[in-house]
């Protein structure tokens, strides 16, 4: 039977590496896809990902135990994705279309063909779509990636936000009506 | 997929979040069954719910990397575990001179230290109650003044007896 997160993060405490590294291989892909999210960009994730991981693993010792260990985690990414965002704020952003060009192409097995036409439009809806999404407020951001992109359940979302759940619904229902808007033209 | 220009559906106001919540499935109970009856007559409500089902999703960007992908992170942040590991947080660093045992053992050379100053190195350097040689003269020079006249005034003294005893004599 597979240890709890519990049981690992007592193991990893105590200074058992195995353990730590059985929780990156059990979060890693919920973690590089909340980055992704953020920043809808491979590396950026990877290395936003990666840098929750460090950072759980430097602080595991302030980890008391009060939540799980996932929306302990999930909180210290959402945050590291926060602050990238603010900094993505503040510096320039050249390199933009050809960071959406390169996640329009299919990352893995090849799919339909697509023609010409309807890559220069799936092109220009991800631009509107991330557009819309770095106009909303940062908490209206979060909650809408972390219900919509992730499925976490409101409570879930809650304790990751460390805010009631009728703050996560206030903030949801303003992000989809945000974006209800902005993307009025394709509904 | 193609950009329509279709008037976007408007809801009734009280029931908007609801629909946002029972669009993602969490909105359970009498609320859910509330809101279902209402969208049976209720055409904007019903056309705002369609229209989150349809826009929504095409919002997520996916990336499913490859296992070589996943293989690479793996190691990658193994290496970097490593390299925390070996470092450790700079507070560690300081932390560790704070130690009770490193602390006592810090004092205690530092009083040794102290007390060997002050019984060996006495008369090396010039202190407030050790004057210099100069100041001392300049100190004790009034002092060897004031002997003469205390001489002076032992002749005197003598004179006094001689005085006296002169005119016990003639007596």
Known sequence: MNPRDEELVASAKNGDRGAFEELVERHKHKAYHIAFGFARDREEAKDLSQEAFLKAFTNLKNFDGRSSFYTWFYRIVVNLCLDYKRRQKRAPADEFDETVERQVEPSHEPRMPISPDQHVFAGQFSRKVDVALEALPAKQRTAFILKNHQGLSIKEIAETMQTAEGTVKVHLHRAVTSLRQRLAEFA | ?171
């Open chain 2, 1 to 171: 997929m193609a950009v329509q220009n279709n008037p976007l559906s408007t809801p009734c106001k009280t029931f908007e979040e609801d629909l946002v919540l029972f669009h993602y499935g969490d909105l359970r109970g009498e609320e859910r069954e509330a809101l279902q009856s209402h969208m049976n007559g209720c055409a904007g409500c019903a056309g705002f719910l369609k229209e989150l089902g349809k826009l929504l999703p095409l919002t997520i960007k996916t990336d499913e990397p490859g296992q070589t992908f996943w293989n690479d992170y793996s190691r990658e942040l193994r290496h970097k575990l490593d390299a925390a590991a070996e470092k450790g947080p700079w507070w560690e660093s300081v932390a560790i001179i704070f130690q009770p045992r490193l602390l006592s053992a810090a004092a205690g050379a530092t009083v040794v230290v102290i007390a060997l100053a002050l019984t060996l190195g006495r008369g090396l350097w010039p202190t407030k109650d050790a004057p210099h040689d100069d100041a001392a003269m300049m100190e004790a020079l009034p002092v060897a003044e004031n002997l003469e006249f205390f001489r002076a005034m032992d002749v005197l003294d003598d004179l006094d007896l001689l005085e006296s005893m002169g005119s016990q004599g003639a007596a």
